[in-house]
């Protein structure tokens, strides 16, 4: 069955320290999409990225960057950087693409908060 | 606007009292999920519609639970003779068909249930 585990209930770091969030997935889909969302204490899921189970280039959008590994299903994300402003809980999700699998699965988030 | 929006945001309500929330979805957007997050947990997935039909529910969407989509549109979530442990943020997200790059969903505010 596919599952996500976000290890990280909790970090806490000081303005522009980096921090990575971990992000461990299950699935026997070969197919299947990596998803980052923010939710910030307004409480609307904020999307990040999408990665796809095929591409496996880690990307960088401005502070942020993301490693996928497929050999050993993580798919982590990090902030350089980091801002007051990104202060919020952090979920990762799973998309599997299979038959009757139409639903993102999403790990039990991590909190984080920027002190200044 | 023309982004995922959901009506109440906030309901409070007596045990034993029935509710019902609403979700417009993007426009342009034919498949619909609700999802329900508990306190200091990711969202679980409820029901996934596709047009007007119910394609797959949880097993977390008990006989008390019931949702539709009529004209393929917006979406309603009842919730019959409430209990406390219904209190939650509901969830609904909208995504468009076709493309893989459409996986992505668009999540609504969400409606904040509590139960007294």
């Known amino acids: 069955a596919q599952k996500v585990t976000q290890a990280q209930t909790e970090i806490s770091v000081v303005e522009k320290e980096d921090v990575t969030l971990d992000c461990v997935y299950e699935?026997?889909?070969?197919?299947?999409?990596l998803f980052w969302y923010k939710q910030p204490p307004s409480g609307e899921l904020v999307f990040l990225i999408r990665?796809?189970?095929?591409?496996?280039q880690n990307e960088i959008s401005g502070r942020y960057s993301w490693n996928f590994q497929k050999s050993t299903s993580s798919f982590n994300f990090t902030i350089t950087a980091s801002q007051v402003v990104d202060s919020a809980v952090y979920f990762c999700?799973?998309?599997?693409?299979?038959?009757?699998?139409?639903?993102?699965?999403f790990g039990q988030g991590t909190r984080l908060t920027i002190n200044p | 606007d023309t982004g995922v929006s959901q009506d109440p945001r906030h309901k409070i309500t007596k045990r034993g009292q029935n509710v019902t929330f609403r979700c417009d979805p993007i426009s342009e957007h034919n498949r619909l999920y609700w999802y329900r997050q508990t306190l200091g947990q990711g969202p679980e997935f409820l029901t996934y519609f596709q047009n007007e039909a119910q394609l797959e529910k949880s097993r977390l969407l008990s006989d008390r639970f019931s949702a539709e989509r009529p004209k393929g549109s917006f979406s309603t979530l009842e919730i019959q003779r409430t209990e406390q442990g219904d209190s939650a943020m509901y969830l609904c997200?909208?995504?468009?068909?076709?493309?893989?790059?459409?996986?992505?969903?668009?999540f609504g505010p969400g409606t904040r249930l509590t139960v007294l």
């Open positions: 699935t026997r889909d070969t197919t299947y999409y």
């Open positions: 990665r796809n189970s095929f591409d496996e």
């Open positions: 997200a909208s995504r468009g068909t076709g493309l893989a790059k459409n996986n992505e969903q668009f």
């Open positions: 999700a799973l998309f599997e693409t299979g038959q009757g699998a139409q639903k993102l699965v």
